[in-house]
């Protein structure tokens, strides 16, 4: 059974080097946002189990959405994923209900370090 | 889209600035061990004429003082960096100088300024597209210059150039710089193609 | 060339090379110190290898040095220090003990990040330049391009003030050649005025004889026959005699009287250029400032009013022609310091062996800084193309030519007043009977 994933990201470009670093042979299906408020539409479809979120964008920014989905019940798991390496960036989308915080330009060992370590991929 | 550059170069180029910048901001913060946020630059490419009337848009009527610096290897080019009175001895603090600027030390600072911002960002492009850039000594162009008069677009030789702006905050305090890549019209291209290379390995 | 030979060959370099370098780890300890290092610090690498730079060279600035080797390690990038901004890192010796004139070896630094496989930066390479000969090279550069641009700024007024004394020569000759040609005219014009002069005279007499013919016809006139009579009356008529006879007197006595306008005018004109007798002359003051005032009467008739306090002084031994001139100078002076219109006052007066004479006017005055500056040659508040600047200290030299004295005292909006003063004697005439005569007091 294939993962459901979406990538958050106004940047196309960041959306594929995110792509990019993912385990190749891992059975997943991709969709992709531009802004905050795509994201919160195609997650309030029911479907996402994994989010990659990125911070600053345009309409709704990631801790918009960080909100949106802690006051629906968090029905996935959020990995923010941000150029903006700010120590209280990552303290704060911790404390909103992210799993994790990966630094861009993703690296794809530390990816599936993050991923192993919560059991999302075995 | 850039000047010489199509959707999916400038839109790379974009990403890639942000990430350099994001990780010089990072890098930052460990060495002058204050938090240190470096805002995500906004950038812009801009007609060579109108870059006297983008700076002044970037400080208003104040006096500024202005560096510059050479790098050279995959792709070339000068970075230039802008800033106010306030934010050099801003920044001077940050880079472990001490009391009151002397007129030499004013002048290194506005030197380690362009050097620091200039390697973060053109350096954090440079290495995300495997490309080798080294970088000549920096130069001061003046100090309490007149917005208008840091740049004369008669004297360059180029028809377009990339700007930045930079925000550093710092504890309370927000400290800006402003950048401003300068390309050869011929080296658009050689950075275009560099570009395409980080792209291809996007699609593999 | 295999990688054995290629790191012999590096090392070599590091080692012989002309260049400071150096390297130190994150921990700021030296891992590596080249010759030219060792030369310069009297440290060999061996006994540095692992100690920490800063205790190792207390000199070194370390909080800053500190932050910008950390950068490097950080961010991976290079970084500079030029001896323009910072001389030197290290105290060393120059290379210039006895010409040089600096204190220590001038130094440009680059700051190199040597990298792991991973891009993470291991050591931080310094290398160091002597600048010292350029250095000197450049600061007597700067130094030579200073005093030529002073110079180049001296030479540029120089250029000004030449421009300003060709036109004010340009002027001046005008004015004499003017001053010359109004004599000349002057000269020519003298005899027709005689000849006319004296056929007016003649004239008049003839006219006065016809008139006493005329009166004896008129009163036989009734003795003639009645046809003649008629005839008589119609051309008298004809030609308005009555009237005729009134005014040929009248014409008579016009043109005497423009004559003699014109006779004066010819006389100022030669009086004031003395072109027929220039030098050394016993002259009479006032009749020097008469004659002036003749000469620019049009200059000044719609400015000022002349009020004349004349003291009667003695007669002065002078060059007329030059007080003339400071006469002419300080009264259109005078003329122009009135926004509208004023009033010039002409005083003269004795004062032991000398005589003075003001010209005061009561306009806007002189700015005290300028009054210490206004008999400077080429110093002028007329806008430019107007005043030369020359005209006051031209006066000033004439009158310090007669041992006498030029002086002003103004007040700004009261008005100005210019004094000169005349020696009476000066013994240039030799014996001059005709001043020893003009000055001799009757007991």
């Known amino acids: 059974m294939s993962v459901s994933v979406l990538i958050v990201d106004d940047s196309p470009i960041a959306r594929k080097m995110l792509r990019r670093a993912l385990p190749p042979d891992w059975d997943i299906t991709i969709q992709e946002a531009s802004d905050g408020a795509q994201a919160i539409d195609i997650y309030r479809k029911g479907s996402v189990e994994l989010m990659f979120l990125d911070l600053t964008m345009p309409n709704i920014d ?45 690296n794809p060992e530390g990816l599936q370090e993050v991923l192993r370590q919560y059991g999302i991929l075995v | 889209m850039i000047n010489g550059l199509n959707e999916d170069q400038s839109a790379a180029l974009q990403e890639l600035a942000n990430i350099g910048m994001g990780q010089a901001g990072n890098s930052l913060a460990l060495i002058w061990k204050e938090f240190v946020h470096l805002s995500i630059p906004r950038i812009a490419m801009v007609d060579a004429s109108r870059l006297p009337d983008l700076i002044l848009s970037f400080v208003g009527d104040t006096a500024v003082s202005a560096s510059r610096q050479a790098f050279h290897g995959g792709f070339r080019g000068e970075v230039l960096v802008v800033v106010t009175a306030r934010d050099r001895n801003g920044l001077a603090q940050l880079m472990g ?52 008069d840091v740049i004369n677009p008669e ?50 | 060339m295999n990688d054995e030979y290629n790191t012999i060959l590096a090392d070599f370099i590091v080692e012989r090379l002309e260049l400071g370098v150096f390297a130190v780890d994150a921990q700021f300890n030296i891992v590596l110190w080249n010759r030219f290092m060792h030369t310069h610090s009297g440290k060999s690498a061996q006994s540095l290898k692992g100690s920490n730079l800063f205790t190792t060279f207390p000199e070194l600035p370390e909080s800053w040095l500190k932050r910008k080797i950390e950068s490097v390690f950080a961010l991976g990038n290079y970084a500079f220090t030029s001896w323009e901004q910072r001389a030197y890192l ?51 550069l700067a130094e030579a391009i200073t005093i030529s641009d002073e110079e180049r700024r001296k030479q540029q007024e120089l250029i000004v003030k030449l421009e300003d004394a060709k036109n004010q020569l340009f002027q001046s000759e005008k004015l004499a050649s003017i001053g010359q040609l109004a004599a000349g005219v002057a000269h020519e014009i003298n005899n027709p005025i005689g000849f006319v002069n004296s056929n007016l005279g003649t004239l008049e007499r003839n006219v006065t004889d016809l008139m006493k013919l005329m009166a004896v016809f008129e009163s036989k006139e009734a003795e003639l026959p009645e046809a003649a009579q008629q005839e008589l009356s119609k051309i008298k008529k004809d030609i308005d005699f009555e009237y005729v006879k009134e005014d040929l007197a009248a014409l008579i006595n016009e043109s005497k009287e423009g004559l003699g306008h014109v006779r004066r005018i010819v006389a100022d004109l030669k009086d004031f250029s003395r072109v027929d007798q220039s030098g050394w002359q016993i002259a009479d003051l006032e009749k020097c400032i008469d004659t002036t005032l003749n000469v620019v009467s049009n200059e000044i008739r719609y400015k000022a009013t002349v009020v004349k306090e004349y003291g009667h002084p003695p007669l002065v031994e002078c060059v007329p022609g030059q007080i003339n001139q400071v006469l002419m100078n300080l009264v259109v002076n005078a003329s122009q310091a009135f926004p509208e219109r004023g009033q010039i006052t ?13 010209v005061q006017d009561d306009g806007v005055g002189i700015p005290s800084e300028n009054l210490q500056r206004i008999f400077e040659p080429f110093f002028t508040t007329k806008p430019v193309g107007t005043g030369t600047g020359l005209g006051l200290s031209v006066c000033y030299n004439i009158v310090r030519k007669h041992e006498g004295e030029l002086t002003v005292r103004s007040e700004v909006g009261k008005g100005s007043c210019f004094r000169i003063l005349l020696p009476i004697f000066h013994g240039k005439m030799g014996e001059s009977e005709e001043l020893e005569a003009a000055h001799s007091v009757p007991q």
């Open chain 3, 90 to 140: 290290f105290r060393f010796k120059h290379n210039r003990p006895i010409t040089g004139g600096v204190e220590a070896m001038l130094q440009n630094c680059t700051f190199l990040p040597l990298k792991d496989e991973k891009g993470k930066v291991e050591f931080v390479v310094i290398t160091l330049q002597d600048c010292t000969d350029n250095a000197l090279i450049q600061q007597r």
């Open chain 3, 346 to 358: 002409l005083r003269t007066g004795e004062e032991g062996m000398y005589v003075w004479i003001e």
């Open chain 1, 62 to 106: 990631g801790y918009g959405v960080l909100e949106v989905l802690q006051a629906e019940g968090l029905n996935c798991i959020v990995i923010v994923v941000s150029a903006d390496v700010q120590p209280q960036a990552r303290e704060r989308v911790l404390a909103m209900g992210a799993i994790a915080f990966i630094p861009k330009p993703v």
């Open chain 2, 155 to 204: 004297q360059l030789a180029i028809d377009t150039a990339l700007s930045l702006e930079v925000c550093f905050q710092v504890e309370n305090r927000s400290l800006t710089a402003h950048l401003v890549i300068l390309l050869p019209n011929n080296e658009v291209g050689a950075l275009a193609d560099l570009l395409d290379q980080f792209l291809c390995t996007l699609e593999a």
């Open chain 2, 97 to 148: 100088y001490e009391g009151q600027l002397d007129a030499a030390e004013r002048e290194e600072v506005l030197l380690d300024i362009v050097n620091i911002l200039g390697g973060a960002c053109v350096g954090g492009i440079a290495q995300q597209v495997s490309a080798e850039i080294g970088f000549s000594a920096p130069s001061l162009i003046g100090e309490d210059l007149d917005p208008l």
